[in-house]
């Protein structure tokens, strides 16, 4: 699945599968985005920032055009199209093929614009909810995609979640979308799963989620985890500002690592690849 991976490319087990785990940087070209929204909406300031997350160890770029936040209003295609193709095509024309990038939409549209702009991947946080089209456009491609889960839509998502036993009405709500992809036509291989964390999930539901990562490394596909800068560690922190829980993050990434979980959606790529390195590290005297 990411075997055009370079940088920090641990062994290849026989899968195609890397074991050692990737960072993914976040790269929104939004100007409303929660915690770095309007920062990176200028292309001259995005390719400053994807030569930041390069020299500090990022494995895959993952481009949004769309802010997902808690109480976001949608984002049209043409205008997530307009927002993320010409950034794409610079990292392209500037890097070459030596960098993987993902976009993260949900709309068939734009993914395709963005794969045909040279993105490698599709991050889809409605898991093919929102657009089935998306599914089949990722098994016509042959590229990779990854299926959150969420509950609800972004604009009303934390309006009073519920859930009876979180991580198995999550595992049960994962198997569904990996079998509507599986009958779409995309390849077990070149699917991953994302727990949401923060998507449609009260304090409580994102820390039992965390306890039992291990389930869903279980379930036998790539695990990716998005914590970067969340509001329930600052609750936990008696933190308001997104940007001071740099440290709440890096712990969930090593947390992450010792279950079996392989990629780390982060803004903050120097603190969460030191702490990945140093827990993969501890990880293989086990």
């Not at 370079?6 to 899968?15: E, N, Y």
């Not at 985005?33 to 990022?58: C, I, N, T």
């Not at 409605?126 to 990779?144: E, H």
């Not at 010792?258 to 790529?269: E, L, P, Y």
Request: hydrophobic share 45%; net charge negative; glycine share 10%.
């Amino acid at each position: 699945m990411f075997s055009r991976v370079k940088r920090h490319a641990g062994s290849q087990p026989a899968d195609g599968i890397y074991t050692k785990p990737l960072i993914m940087g976040i790269l929104n070209v939004t100007p409303d985005s929660f915690s770095d929204g309007g920062k990176f909406s200028g292309l001259d300031d995005a390719m400053q920032q994807v030569e930041r997350m390069l020299s500090e160890g990022v494995d895959i770029i993952d481009i949004g055009g769309e802010s997902t936040r808690p109480g976001a209003d949608p984002v049209a295609a043409a205008e997530q199209v307009r927002r993320v193709v010409p950034v794409i095509e610079a990292i392209r024309q500037r890097l070459g093929s030596d960098i993987l990038i993902s976009i993260d939409t949900t709309l068939s549209e734009v993914a395709k614009a963005a794969l045909e702009a040279g993105a490698d991947m599709i991050n889809d946080v409605s898991g093919g909810r929102a657009d089935a089209a998306i599914l089949t456009l990722a098994a016509q491609t042959g590229v990779p995609i990854i299926l959150m889960h969420s509950q609800g839509v972004s604009k009303t998502m934390q309006d009073n979640p519920h859930y009876e036993n979180v991580v198995q009405e999550v595992l049960d709500a994962l198997n569904e979308r990996i079998d509507a992809a599986l009958k779409a036509g995309i390849k077990k291989e070149a699917i991953a799963i994302d727990p949401g964390i923060g998507f449609g999930k009260r304090k409580r539901d994102n820390l039992d989620l965390l306890a039992h990562l291990d389930r869903l490394v279980a379930m036998g596909f790539p695990v990716l985890l998005g914590t970067s800068r969340k509001r329930f560690m600052g609750s936990i922190c008696d933190v308001t500002e997104p940007s001071e829980l740099v440290t709440a993050t890096a712990v969930t990434t090593a947390l992450g690592v010792m279950a079996g979980v392989q990629m780390f959606r982060v803004h903050d790529i120097k603190e969460n690849r030191q702490a990945a390195d140093v827990a993969w590290a501890i990880k293989q005297g086990r």
